[in-house]
């Protein structure tokens, strides 16, 4: 698809069930029925950076900071193996509490003890950096940039470079990680043009997993107010990444849950392939506060097991079986 191609498949005056049913169909060769799990371990919330979208941003005085122990993490793994996730996704703030070579050392003792595949989403660091995460066992690292519109990441993100947030995700090749990226969909001042272009990035950096949810304001951020994206526009968001991008792993994010009570469902029938239950210590889930009205916030990891399964089964989808590495010829 070129660029003129995307922008009409994005409009909301075009109906997009033709869209969504090639996208399936895509999704259904290329990767079949299996949907892969992936422990979600929401580690620290402590953050330095000043997104004006994100609810645990550096300055948030509303925000009750945590960052869960070695032993605490070590045991969300165990939890992870125990109910047969094969891969853990470990994701905090920009915490300089756990810096490279103290998740070095975390990575390196959940390997040992689990064997799990390991995706750390901790933030920009250094090319050495990355090479010492890789080294110790870190599968994957996931990095989105959010938008590829330098003006508007500019706005969003005031104290981060552009240049550099693709830097690092060259430097994660580079280390020979997995990499994962994606945006946000309904951003204010985002235009159709722009996410276009998002959707030819995904290609061009030939991405082994994409992320995308819709923008959900944070009343507790300087972009209170905003109006949100919407579900409609972020399936057709993922439909298209399915398509341009063919065996790229994406899941059906909590986002997308978050604003519809179908939301993960409907991804799942567009091209998504992934599914992320949480299972962070029920008691600090609130905390991880990115956006209001996420869900999954109260239930015990065995009930999101058996939630996710019930799914799937209604679905006619199953778990699927192995870790879900990347399908890219390339790595």
């Known amino acids: 698809?070129?660029?003129?191609?995307?922008?009409?498949?994005?409009?909301?005056?075009?109906?997009?069930?033709?869209?969504?049913?090639?996208?399936?169909?895509?999704?259904?060769?290329?990767?079949?029925?299996?949907?892969?799990?992936?422990?979600?371990?929401?580690?620290?919330?402590?953050?330095?950076?000043?997104?004006?979208?994100?609810?645990?941003?550096?300055?948030?005085?509303r925000v009750r900071r945590y960052r869960l122990t070695a032993d605490q993490i070590l045991g969300c793994a165990r939890t992870a193996a125990r109910l047969n996730y094969?891969?853990?996704?470990?994701?905090?703030?920009?915490?300089?509490?756990?810096g490279p070579r103290e998740l070095a050392d975390m990575v390196a003792k959940v390997k040992q003890e689990t064997g799990l595949a390991?995706?750390?989403?901790?933030?920009?660091?250094?090319?050495?950096?990355?090479?010492?995460?890789?080294?110790?066992?870190?599968?994957?690292?996931l990095l989105r940039f959010e938008t590829s519109d330098r003006r508007l990441f500019s706005m969003l993100k005031p104290d981060s470079d552009y240049d550099n947030r693709f830097r690092c995700l060259a430097w994660l090749k580079e280390a020979g990680f997995q990499v994962g990226s994606g945006v946000m969909a309904g951003l204010p001042g985002q235009t159709l043009e722009s996410m276009a272009d998002d959707i030819l990035m995904f290609k061009q950096l030939e991405l082994d997993m994409v992320g995308i949810g819709p923008f959900i304001a944070n009343p507790d951020t300087p972009m209170a107010g905003a109006v949100g994206g919407s579900l409609d526009l972020s399936l057709r968001m993922v439909a298209l990444a399915r398509i341009v991008t063919r065996n790229t792993h994406i899941p059906a994010t909590t986002a997308m849950g978050s604003i519809d009570p179908q939301g993960?469902?409907?991804?799942?029938?567009?091209?998504?392939?992934?599914?992320?239950?949480?299972?962070?210590?029920?008691?600090?889930?609130?905390?991880?506060?990115?956006?209001?009205?996420?869900?999954?916030?109260?239930?015990?990891?065995?009930?999101?097991?058996?939630?996710?399964?019930?799914?799937?089964?209604?679905?006619?989808?199953?778990?699927?079986?192995?870790?879900?590495?990347?399908?890219?010829?390339?790595?």
Not at 86 to 98: L, P
Not at 127 to 134: N, P, S, V
Not at 275 to 293: F, K
């Open 118 to 141: 390991i995706t750390l989403s901790v933030g920009e660091h250094s090319k050495e950096d990355y090479k010492l995460l890789r080294a110790a066992g870190a599968d994957r690292f």
């Open 1 to 61: 698809m070129n660029k003129v191609d995307i922008i009409a498949a994005l409009d909301p005056d075009n109906d997009p069930a033709t869209l969504f049913a090639l996208a399936d169909n895509i999704r259904r060769e290329e990767l079949g029925d299996g949907v892969h799990l992936r422990g979600l371990i929401e580690f620290s919330n402590h953050c330095r950076r000043r997104c004006y979208y994100c609810g645990i941003r550096a300055g948030n005085a």
């Open 264 to 331: 993960r469902q409907k991804a799942l029938r567009c091209g998504a392939n992934v599914l992320m239950p949480n299972i962070s210590p029920t008691e600090h889930r609130v905390d991880y506060s990115l956006y209001p009205g996420k869900i999954c916030t109260n239930e015990a990891p065995e009930q999101c097991a058996g939630c996710v399964d019930a799914m799937l089964g209604a679905l006619g989808r199953h778990r699927a079986q192995g870790y879900g590495h990347t399908l890219k010829a390339n790595v």
């Open 86 to 98: 094969k891969t853990i996704v470990m994701q905090s703030g920009e915490d300089n509490h756990w």
